[in-house]
């Protein structure tokens, strides 16, 4: 056997294969760690502990959504729709068998399960049509998929008591004996038991960039990324270019329903407005600040980006003048040739080190 | 000497652009080993011909055997599953991926692990990446891309760029391979190069091969027979001897040179 060396190992983690994963993984785990230390010490505001799991879920959203914009290269505006889908069929799901299952954690489970799992058929059948499109009919039939999941959300009463389930999609024409209601129209979900668990968040992250990067460094990934950069070439050596772009959108929404329940779980009472096309607005701009096709950027971006507004609370007025400020400051440094070429040759040096030492 | 296989026959294939017969009565026959030429002046219906063969258009008559096996209504991606593999007169690359990459995509179909197994790294999967890697490599050895495996394909020059693509298309494992123009904008020593590289491609692989080419010299020097077209018709069939010499090609497309 080989000795084991940490040469090895750093150019193992920093090799052209692996830099991605290894500073992706790592700040995650690091973000992670900082917080914990942060909430033990008593050092984290109140409004900012509040914030950790939805920034999270909104990371999980923009990974997906990065799958689809920055490695399939098809705009979708429709993400915040499978984020609702997960979330309302979530929190659904966890509050119907609240008296079920007693143990929290499977709950959990069960809820983002399901989530992922219906989202993941939405985003099968909504791939169907959607994927033989391209460029700007692909962003307006994701964006018309996005306001029509808000609509038919707004109108779904749903309940159950001991004589069953209770569905309407008019008003709420039932009564329950004794029961719950699910979710009521726009009033949305309520009552639901809240989980909020950073730890859970964080482990869902990581899930997510395992699943990401497991299936874009594969022969699926390759398949992903030829038809984003020639359809005709892709096809040309035997490539379903239609197949590849609908596997990476379902993984996509899978992940995004995934986000939603957790999210969701976040909260006792959720209302469907959340869920509008400016969510899904948002969470592209993450992606494309955070740059397409780049994992670590969008982790960062996202972070950034969702706590930034709650940070500059202090400027009040000026606020969103700051906002703007950063957004421009991302664009020009992530576009930046100098700065990006110093963090390159940064991760270079490690390379050479090793390769002097072989 | 045994009877070579017939690779492909196209019989009286044509297609219209709304009033413009591209490609009309087109006849053809390619054996197994055998490297043929299609020459013939601009807009002659050329790269309308490997985009019939390659089912990127569907013919208006017509039909195409390949393998003894009628090619009925298919889509593009599984003719090449058939065995035809091409390259492209405007140079398709996958230009945000590596040189590598490049390869290893064409291989996917012969690559059988699922998508379980891409997901939680099984030995299969682990397995088969390595193999696909040497043959990848050994392809790009062949092509003289093995050093520039890491780059990306959008940053090995023209030349190279050429040279991957007909690694890329070799990948896929292909009984015919269709050239369009792949010395175009090659050097002369580079061109040199290409024609040997394809020999040994052809000596290696035993497929066939088709090109289409403006360089003569290329052509003359490379292909055992030459199909002539002009305005969609085929004007003659023969060898590099016969077709220098035929006045019609002359007159038609060789012209003074
Ligand atoms: N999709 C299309 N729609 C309409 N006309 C087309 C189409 N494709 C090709 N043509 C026409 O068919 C004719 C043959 O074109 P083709 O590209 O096959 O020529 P070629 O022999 O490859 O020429 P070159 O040597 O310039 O590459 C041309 O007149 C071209 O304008
Ligand atoms: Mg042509």
Redesign the pocket.
Known sequence: MKKFSMKKLFSFLFNRKHSNMTISYGIVVLMYLIIEVLIKTNNLSYLLTSLLVPTCCYIIVALALNLVVGFSGDLSLGHAAFMGIGAFVGSAISNYVYSLVPNIALRVIVAILAGSIISGIFGYLISIPVLKLSGDYLAIVTLAFCQIVKSLLNNIYLGFDDSGIHFSFINQNFTLDGGKMLINGPVGSTGNTKFSNFTVAIIMVLFTLFIVFNLINSKYGRAIKASRDNKIAASSIGIDVIKAKTLCFVVSSILAGGAGALYALNYTTLSVAKFDFNLSIMILVYVVLGGLGNIPGTIVATTILVLLPELLRSLSDYRMIAYALVLIMIMLISNNETIKNSFNSLIGIFKRKDQNNA | MPEKKLVLQANKLGID??G?T?VNNFNFKIYEGEICGLI??????????F?LLTKV?EASRGEIVLNDKVLSKVSTFEVNKLGIARTF?NIRLFNQMSVEENVLTAMNNDTDYSLFDSFFRTKKFYDQENQKHEKAMELLRIFNLDKDADSLASSLPYGGQRRLEIARALATNPSLLLLD?PAAGMNESETLELMNTIKKVRDTFNIAILL?E?DMKFVMGICERITV?NY?QILAVGTPEEIKNNPKVIEAYLGGA
């Open positions: 652009f709304g413009l591209a013939g002046p601009n807009g002659a219906g050329k790269t309308t011909i985009n258009y007169q123009e289409i403006h077209l969609g």
